[in-house]
């Protein structure tokens, strides 16, 4: 099993910055990619950025530019930053872990408020 911790949001204005971490804890092997996921009220979770253990990234169009996703291997923990805050980013975030292989683990969730 696989563990996942996830910490940093909050209420923040426009135009602000936040960083969420994500702390993995468990049966963590081989290659795996971690990554955010967000989820705002009536609507489906989507992809927001992943990095894989060799530290390729992608990310969605709506935050190209101000978001940037990083991973410690050595403390397997994975983080977002994210600048330029709007009111559409608002959503409750997702940190994920997809170990090739082996299965995808979800954390608890942490909520996101852009609000003035």
């Known amino acids: 099993q696989v563990q996942l911790v996830e910490s940093g949001g909050g209420l923040v204005q426009p135009g602000r910055s936040l960083r969420l971490s994500c702390a993995a804890s468990?049966?963590?092997?081989?290659?795996?990619?971690m990554g955010w996921y967000r989820q705002a009220p009536g609507k489906q979770r989507e992809l927001v950025a992943t990095?894989?253990?060799?530290?390729?990234?992608n990310y969605a169009d709506s935050v190209k530019g101000r978001f940037t996703i990083s991973r410690d291997n050595a403390k397997n923990t994975v983080y977002l930053q994210m600048n330029g805050l709007k009111p559409e980013d608002t959503a409750v975030y997702y940190c994920?872990?997809?170990?090739?292989?082996?299965?995808?683990?979800w954390g608890q969730g942490t909520q996101v408020t852009v609000s003035s």
């Open positions: 990095i894989t253990s060799g530290g390729r990234t």
């Open positions: 468990g049966r963590l092997f081989g290659i795996y990619t």
């Open positions: 994920n872990v997809a170990i090739l292989g082996v299965g995808t683990y």
